[in-house]
């Protein structure tokens, strides 16, 4: 499959999340920089602005990234679409959020499209979206997404009316790809 390339992103904006500490790297970079390269407006929003410390699948620090704008000074109105990125802390952290969780749910109960990664679909399951959805996720999840009313899948890419989930960074490059095409649409 080829890469759609240039700028057949240029009017969607996207909201990237990114907590204080935890999130997976790669998981965060990739989709990132795949909307950014695609002409797509990107923020990077979390909890408070400021650094985000990354890890990486050791989960030994990594990078810092800047956090552009906090929970709070954002709406999903401002979005066209959301990346959720994975990262067993992060994802952990990223649940706990209230602005987080209220401004995911909004986004996904319009009908946009919501990109989650790995430990991401956590985010779902606490913002109460993923019941009659079928989704994947790192597979420690299944339960969670099971119990919220959602059917897991072990599947490389799984878009279940604007969701799409992925299960970790070996599935990055489906996962970005579908990315590009659903945020396309």
């Known amino acids: ?15 990237v999340f990114l907590a204080q500490e935890g999130s997976e790297e790669i ?43 906090s929970f709070d000074e954002v709406s999903a109105d401002d979005y066209d679409a959301v990346i959720v990125p994975g990262g067993t802390v992060g994802a952990d952290t ?30 779902l399951v606490e913002a109460d ?10 597979p420690s999840l299944q339960t969670d997404v099971r119990n919220a009313g959602g059917e897991w899948v072990d599947e490389e890419v799984v878009v279940d009316d604007g969701l799409i989930t992925s299960r970790n960074p070996d599935d990055l490059e489906a996962f970005c790809e579908t990315i590009l095409e659903e945020f396309a649409s």
């Not at 795949?34 to 030994?60: F, K, S």
């Not at 979206?129 to 790192?138: E, I, P, Q, R």
Request: net charge negative.
């Open 1 to 15: 499959m080829s890469e759609p390339s240039g700028s057949h992103l240029e009017d969607v904006t996207v909201a």
């Open 94 to 123: 990223l649940r706990t959020r209230e602005a987080g969780v209220a401004l995911l749910r909004k986004h996904v109960e319009a009908g946009k499209p919501t990109a989650v990664i790995c430990h991401g679909p956590w985010t």
């Open 129 to 138: 979206v993923v019941d009659g959805k079928t989704l994947t996720s790192y």
């Open 27 to 69: 998981e965060f970079t990739e989709p990132k920089d795949a909307v950014t390269e695609a002409g797509a407006t990107v923020d990077v929003v979390g909890h408070e602005t400021g650094e985000g410390l990354t890890v990486n699948n050791d989960l030994e620090e990594s990078e810092r990234y800047e956090i552009e704008k």
